[in-house]
Nanobody, 120 residues
């Protein structure tokens, strides 16, 4: 029942910025951690940034200092502010959420992905 709707991807020049948003329609589910992953052609999907229910965060070394993840629990929305973008940041970015209910165990939910292209 949990669905993730992503927005904010697009084409940007090197050094530019983008802000990704992911809104979760959770229904009766409770959401724990949320995160952003990315997958470039020929590469495996990798963690970009993650934020837990206590707002503790972690980042991939390649984006630390440039990207910032945040969340609005009231809106069940997670954001990824991406600054100083590099061509190597080009990938499909996926939103992820851990969700559960009183009757169902934790399940891992994925968004459909949004393309981020960094090119001059």
């Amino acid at each position: 029942q949990v669905q993730l709707v992503e927005s904010g991807g697009g084409l940007v020049q090197p050094g530019g910025s983008l802000r990704l948003s992911c809104a979760a329609s959770r229904g009766i589910f409770t959401i724990n951690a949320m995160g952003w992953y990315r997958q470039a052609p020929g590469r495996e999907r990798e963690l970009v940034a993650r934020i837990n229910s206590g707002d503790s965060t972690n980042y991939a070394a390649s984006v630390k200092g440039r990207f910032t993840i945040s969340r609005d629990n009231a809106k069940n929305t997670v954001y990824l502010q991406m600054n100083s973008l590099k061509p190597e940041d080009t990938a499909v970015y996926y939103c992820n959420a851990e969700a559960y209910s009183s009757t169902l165990p934790v399940t891992n939910v994925w968004g459909h992905g949004t393309q981020v292209t960094v090119s001059s």
